[in-house]
């Protein structure tokens, strides 16, 4: 699958196959803020996590419990050694900005992740110690499902431009509205089949999520509702960026969150 091409070139650093507008092509899909603004941890509400694997930005994550952050299954393909990651928090700057550093204890992510479609691409990181600090701040849960139209906010340290290659350094956030499910699978077809357990968002061509946003936050009304997952190309004229839905999955992370409390 167009899919799993993409996720062989996780496991060696990328974490996108950039397409361009409408000359995207099936093997371009991939995780992934395009006509966003420079905001900072404490502005958004301190929930931003930096996830790093053997020192290296990997992936955005949300911290919604003390010792437990939300991110995307993809992230831990081909870096599966809990050891070797870590989360830091407090941090706009990143790579400027101390924040706190906590190392990974261990984590989760469903048995039936598939990395063909994306399917339930969540996880759940278990720190070795409670994340605190200044600008470090816990966000809740979604509370039901968002209609088409409802603007939402992602953030991350993802790509400002397709075309450029490294995560960026300053923290940005982009307002976009949710897209309506069948118009947003439609316009995925054949390349991919989207599942029950993603939504759509983004405004076409203009604003988006990009490389390095992966795992990230889409946030309504203070309560994380997305998790970044995938998109082919970044701001596409044709293609909607993919969100894991987190109101979808909340009955996956809340049994997690109990066994990795437990744990």
């Not at 996590?49 to 952050?69: A, D, N, Q, R, S």
């Not at 701040?137 to 450029?164: M, R």
Request: hydrophobic share 40%; proline share 6%; aromatic share 6%.
């Amino acid at each position: 699958m167009v899919i799993g091409y993409l996720l062989a070139l996780l496991c060696v650093g990328w974490q996108h196959v950039l397409g361009k507008d409408l000359k995207e092509k099936p093997n371009q899909i991939g995780p992934r803020v395009i006509g966003g603004v420079v905001t900072t941890n404490a502005k958004l509400g301190g929930y931003m996590m930096v996830l790093k694997y053997k020192k290296e930005f990997m992936c955005g994550g949300t911290l919604i419990h003390e010792l437990i952050v939300l991110t995307a299954a993809h992230c831990f393909i081909g870096m599966p050694k809990p050891e070797y990651w870590t989360v830091t928090g407090g941090v706009s700057r990143r790579g400027l900005d101390k924040g706190e550093v906590r190392q990974v204890k261990s984590f989760l992510r469903p048995n039936n992740f598939d990395q063909t479609n994306m399917h339930m691409d969540v996880a759940l990181m278990r720190l070795a110690k409670p994340m605190k600090g200044l600008n470090i701040a816990k966000i809740p849960l979604c509370t039901g499902p968002l209609e088409a139209g409802t603007i939402v906010t992602v953030s991350g340290w993802g790509l400002k431009q397709p075309e450029n290659v490294k995560p960026e350094k300053l923290l940005r956030r982009v307002e976009v509205p949710i897209i309506d499910k069948k118009s947003c699978s439609d316009a995925h077809l054949p390349t991919v089949k989207l599942t029950s357990t993603v939504l759509c968002a983004g405004v076409l061509g203009r604003r988006d999520a990009c490389t390095f946003d992966s795992g990230g936050p889409l946030v309504y009304q203070g309560h994380v509702c997305g998790i970044v997952s995938f998109g082919i190309g970044c701001a596409s004229r044709r293609y909607p960026g993919v969100y894991t839905d987190v109101n979808h999955v909340k009955p996956f992370i809340k049994e997690s969150m109990q066994k990795l409390l437990n744990s």
